[in-house]
């Protein structure tokens, strides 16, 4: 099956410094990623969608100049959360769908998450 | 309102036992179905999908789909230890849309 990974796994960091979190389909290319945010005991809310070479779409709510999303080739998506802030302490997980499966079910294939800390 | 609703549980059941899982849905342009089953501290996984309504099985797994009723079910036969974990259901209008995920039912199979 395909794989998606993300780096680092988890991460702590001070208060007002800036993460970057990457996303790679391993084996697979991919126009579309997805970021989510899951917190404990709750469902994946999906913050953006990212397509390859054009900018992100972000859902309602979601701060864009707070959440910087690039994705730069067709198998690296980047999710930079600027100036964290305790309550931006979350599960991270991003997804891929597979380019060029037009007229079938394009599966979103999740990675295995980053766990984010601010202290 | 949440456009899926499924009941976090956790819902508890000795192995062998069928578990029993259910999402609602609002959004009737929903066409595709999907379980994902998700381990602590880890990414989903896709378990089924399924396309409008009606019944698909997979081995041990069972989707069911509704659309009358707005009403999905996944059934999981002679439960093993192995499926602990939490099960979410996701709807999407079309094969490219965005998922929309229910909040995800634990599930604890006792030896």
């Known amino acids: 099956g395909a794989v998606v990974s993300q780096h680092p796994s988890w991460v702590i960091c001070k208060s007002g410094t800036s993460v970057k979190i990457e996303c790679r389909s391993l084996?697979?290319?991919?126009?579309?990623m997805f970021w989510y945010r899951q917190f404990p005991k709750q469902s994946l809310m999906l913050m953006a969608t990212?397509?390859?070479?054009?900018?992100?779409?972000?859902e309602q709510g979601v701060e864009k100049d707070k959440f910087l999303i690039n994705h730069a080739s067709l198998t690296l998506s980047t999710l930079t959360v600027t100036s964290a802030h305790p309550e931006d302490s979350s599960f991270y997980i991003c997804?891929?769908?597979?380019?060029?499966?037009?007229?079938?079910?394009?599966?979103?294939?999740f990675g295995p998450g980053t766990r984010l800390t601010v202290l | 309102q949440k456009e899926v609703e499924q009941d976090p549980g956790p819902l508890s059941v000795p192995e062998g036992a069928i578990v029993s899982l259910n999402c609602t849905y609002s959004?009737?342009?929903?066409?595709?179905f999907m379980w994902y089953r998700q381990y602590s501290r880890k990414g989903p996984e896709l378990l089924m999908y399924?396309?409008?309504?009606g019944n698909k099985e997979d081995g041990r797994f069972t989707a069911q789909v509704d659309k009358s009723s707005k009403y999905i079910s996944l059934f999981i036969r002679d439960s093993q230890p192995s499926d602990s974990a939490t099960y979410l259901c996701?709807?999407?209008?079309?094969?490219?849309?965005?998922?929309?995920f229910g909040a995800g039912t634990q599930v604890v199979v006792t030896p």
């Open positions: 997804s891929a769908s597979p380019s060029g499966r037009a007229g079938s079910y394009n599966e979103q294939f």
């Open positions: 084996d697979f290319q991919a126009t579309t």
């Open positions: 990212s397509n390859e070479g054009s900018k992100a779409t972000y």
């Open positions: 959004n009737s342009a929903f066409q595709y």
């Open positions: 399924t396309y409008s309504s």
């Open positions: 996701a709807s999407r209008r079309d094969s490219w849309g965005k998922l929309q």
